[in-house]
């Protein structure tokens, strides 16, 4: 026998696919909008998967809690900066690579001391980044997003199959284990 659950969670942010081509064959034109600065309402689907159940459950729902507080604190809101965009010193004028903040989670923050006796919407502006290092398309966050959990439900011996991630209500990248 073999259980599979899933959990979803929503979250708005901001990207940024520098690296963007298209084959305007398929495209049908050249126009590279992923290029620019833009948001989206970003929808996650967690799966989890047991060949037995604990208590009757492959887990409890309630032990992805953590995984809601993760993304309400660190990404909602925010834009999704790669390290390597080209765009990167423009967009974050002041701070140097080597001085940010890097967590467990593979994701980086700018270290706000250099800025605490600027003005607010200085302060604002450098928060409201979140640093990573690959180009932020919906196959790698997805990617990231199983990583992410699998390295917490690992504690749990819980297995994450795949995760779902959709930029869009039509648009949805899926990485499995």
């Not at 180009?135 to 439900?153: C, D, G, H, R, Y």
Request: hydrophobic share 40%; net charge negative; aromatic share 14%.
């Amino acid at each position: 026998m073999h259980w599979k659950i899933s959990k979803e969670f929503e979250f708005c942010y901001g990207h940024r696919v520098w690296s963007q081509t298209l084959n305007t064959e398929f495209s049908l034109d050249a126009c590279l909008k992923c290029r620019h600065l833009h948001g989206h309402q970003g929808k996650i689907l967690i799966y989890l998967e047991a060949n037995e159940l604990k208590d009757g459950m492959v887990t409890d729902f309630k032990h992805l809690n953590w995984f809601k507080q993760f993304i309400d604190d660190v990404l909602d809101h925010k834009f999704v900066l790669d390290i390597n965009d080209p765009l990167f010193s423009t967009l974050l004028p002041d701070v140097n690579k080597n001085e940010l903040i890097k967590f467990d989670e593979n994701y980086y923050l700018v270290n706000l001391t250099k800025f605490k006796d600027d003005e607010i919407h200085i302060k604002e502006l450098y928060e409201g980044y979140v640093i990573v290092d690959f180009v932020p398309t919906s196959e790698n966050l997805s990617a990231w997003f199983l990583k992410i959990v699998q390295k917490k439900m690992d504690k749990i011996n819980i297995k994450v199959s795949h995760v779902e991630f959709l930029e869009t209500p039509k648009s949805k990248s899926t990485f499995y284990a």
